[in-house]
């Protein structure tokens, strides 16, 4: 079975500059979370879907974060405009339903200069 | 609200030595919990989990954590160590709010280990 994909792996970008995220979850899951890992903590959720619907986006800076899912498979995360504390590593997750374990991707290292 | 303690950030050990790695928790219920292990550049791995019943779980790589009510913890170990365990570990809490479940990991605690 595959896992969770995340592309890009590593990303460069300066302030102000707009980038953006990919997550395929593991076929069949209905859950999918964003969370974002700051150099020496632990992950921070941003965004929790079930399906395509928005269950919990009360950590998300909605002033340059967005997310979406459409179809209610892959998923999308954009930064527009980034700001130096956005470095972090970005994570993707899926559960098979809210509750369920979650499995995790790779992440993507967001370095913002 | 929910929060998860790790109390020790970094932690040294000798191979084939014993490890215990401490998880304290804050919450009304009994939440689900779990321990992650993070290698360098990678994503989290599930070590194990408790959701209910026998409160010693078994996990993958030799591990074990034991879910203590009265003193709100997870504790993670491991009989012996080897090189290769050598990285960060995350407890997380998972537990129902608003309708859905809240996920809240720890700091972690980076586990060096010593040939």
New interface residues.
């Given amino acids: 079975e595959a896992g ?1 994909a995340q592309s890009p792996r590593y990303k460069i970008i300066e302030k102000r500059q707009s980038v953006a995220f990919w997550c395929n979850p593991i076929s069949g899951h209905a859950t999918l ?1 964003w969370y974002q890992q700051i150099l ?6 941003l965004i ?1 879907f ?1 399906n395509n619907g928005v ?2 986006d009360s950590q998300l800076p909605k002033d340059r974060f967005s997310a979406e899912r459409l179809k209610g498979v892959d998923s999308t995360l954009k930064i527009q405009p980034a700001k130096l504390e956005d470095s972090a590593v970005y ?1 993707c ?1 899926s559960s098979p339903r ?2 369920a ?7 993507t ?1 967001l370095t913002v200069l | 609200a929910q929060s ?1 303690t790790q109390p020790d950030i970094h932690i040294t050990v000798s191979e084939g030595a014993s490890l215990e790695l401490r998880c304290n928790y804050s919450y009304g219920a009994t939440p ?1 919990l ?1 321990w ?1 292990v993070q290698s360098p ?6 070590l194990l ?1 408790y959701f209910s019943g026998d409160t010693l779980v078994q996990g993958i790589k030799g591990f074990e954590a034991e879910f203590k009510r009265s003193q709100s913890s997870f504790n993670l170990r491991k009989p012996s160590v080897h090189w290769s365990d050598a990285a960060e570990y ?1 407890c ?1 809490v ?1 537990a ?1 709010a ?1 309708g ?9 605690t980076r586990l060096k280990v010593l040939a």
């Avoid at chain 1, 020496?40 to 959720?45: A, M, S, T, V, Y």
């Avoid at chain 1, 374990?101 to 992440?107: A, L, V």
């Avoid at chain 2, 550049?41 to 599930?46: K, N, T, V, Y």
């Fill in positions: 969770v979370y020496g903590q632990g992950p921070k959720l929790q079930q269950v919990d994570l997750a809210t509750g374990t979650q499995y995790f991707g790779p992440g290292r | 998860v689900y779990f992650y550049g990678q994503g989290l791995q599930l989990k995350f997380a998972g129902e608003s859905t479940y809240k996920y809240i990991f720890g700091t972690g």
